[in-house]
């Protein structure tokens, strides 16, 4: 069983081989450092609560997106509830970064997020599906959405 | 994508957030003698005016009546689950080519229409008075516990309540959180989160809902229908993620109810 025969058995080791996995999903999602920092408290918070038994590293890591993933929802869905739509405040890109960004942060979070692990963390649409609660069909849409809007950027690496 | 990458690359969590993270565990290492604190002072909350539900739902109605009960697992841990099988396999550089039509609302949307309004309202044996009498057998501390100021400095931040609202006690034990929170209108909310159970029981004296912010914690709802739990009960209609969020009022239970007792028949 992952995490009982000596192989990475301390909290400290889990932290570090998930909490910035954590933060850059917060960070893409939610596009503010202040909630993707608070949300990476919350998620290692439910963690403790639940103390999860992990198969393999794999199901640790995607027990981690999921719920930071569904915590950042949550955090939208409330500042939707409040009318307080969260700040862009995201840390200074480099020079090289900056029109990139813009335009990522730019898309709606739904989007981002999708972009984020589709060429962030390299899931496959299905993969996406399945842990979202989508279909792959709308995943790929959304896909789809965010490429036409970067097409451009696209364009630019392809070439 | 080769800037967000390497801009993505570079953000890491800061040495001060990851002494947060690291004193998180200490805080949460229950001490031989909070686990068997008890709370020294109980009261019975009133039942004229109970409960109201926040449902975080994922999908629509619609969808949901269209399919089967799960199994009764927490759906997202499934998923987490099936993606961990697949987690390490190279991401597919299929192109989008059958585009459905996007979905009509953004999936972060706070909708407030539930459609239940129009419901009649009805016996439906889900929520009912003497459940609900019986889930106020649960005791749930009025006053705040010495030694706790911790746990509501964590909690506080990260649990939703509505305006006006703040978290003045919360207790952990090996079985539970009971959390308070005290408003501004003088109003009380109450909340018990079992950790074996996905659904948090949430009350307020005389008035609207909260939901404890848990949304990957998706219920099976015929298991909960069968234990009668009854405070706040979270729906998955996960074949969709288009999710809402409803308050209902205490009038509106029964419509739910009635609802929910369709669903699973």
């Known amino acids: 069983m992952f995490g009982r025969k000596g192989r990475e058995t301390s909290f400290e080791s889990l932290l570090r081989r998930q909490e910035d996995r954590v933060y850059r999903i917060g960070l893409a999602i939610l596009g503010n450092v202040q909630d993707a920092e608070d949300l990476t408290q919350e998620t290692f918070l439910k963690y403790l609560e639940k103390r999860p038994r992990f198969e393999n590293e794999a199901h640790e890591k995607a027990w981690f997106i999921t719920v930071a993933r569904n915590g950042a929802i949550t955090r939208l869905r409330a500042s939707h509830r409040r009318e307080l739509p969260l700040e862009l405040e995201i840390p200074t890109p480099g020079p090289e970064e900056r029109e990139e960004l813009e335009e990522l942060y730019a898309l709606p979070p739904e989007d981002r997020e999708v972009i984020h692990l589709y060429y962030y963390e390299g899931w496959s649409t299905g993969e996406i599906a399945r842990m979202t609660g989508s279909r792959e069909g709308t995943v790929r849409s959304r896909l789809s959405r965010a490429r036409g809007k970067l097409k451009k950027l696209l364009e630019e690496v392809e070439a | ?265």
């Open chain 2, 1 to 265: 994508m080769k800037g967000y990458r390497s801009y993505m690359d570079r953000q890491k969590v800061s040495p001060e957030l990851h002494r947060r993270l690291m004193e998180l565990e200490e805080r949460q290492s229950p001490s031989p003698s909070r686990q068997k604190h008890t709370p020294s002072s109980f009261r019975w909350q009133p039942l004229a005016v109970a409960a109201c539900l926040c449902l975080v739902i994922g999908g629509s109605w619609l969808a949901f009546f269209g399919r089967g009960m799960g199994s009764g697992k927490p759906e997202s841990m499934d998923y987490a689950l099936d993606a961990a099988a697949s987690a390490e396999a190279p991401a597919e550089a299929e192109e989008a080519t059958a585009v459905e039509p996007a979905a009509a609302e953004s999936i972060y949307s706070a909708q407030e229409d539930n459609g239940l309004a129009d419901e009649a309202p009805a016996e439906a044996g889900l929520i009912t008075e003497t459940e609900l009498e019986e889930a106020a057998q649960e005791a749930i501390p009025t006053q705040s516990g010495s030694g706790e100021e911790d746990l509501v400095g964590i909690y506080g931040p990260l649990l939703y309540a509505p305006e006006g609202y703040r978290l003045v006690y919360a207790h952990r034990t090996e079985e539970e959180l009971l959390f308070r929170w005290e408003g501004s209108d003088g109003g009380e909310i109450t909340a018990r989160r079992i950790y074996s159970d996905p659904a948090a029981l949430v009350r307020k004296e005389g008035g609207l809902a909260v939901y404890d912010g848990e949304s990957y914690d998706w219920r099976e709802p015929e298991s909960l229908r069968q234990e009668g739990e009854l405070w706040g009960f979270i729906l998955d209609w996960s074949e969709y993620i288009e999710c809402y969020t409803a308050d209902l009022l205490p009038e509106e239970l029964a419509a739910v109810a009635e609802s929910f007792s369709s669903a699973v028949a």
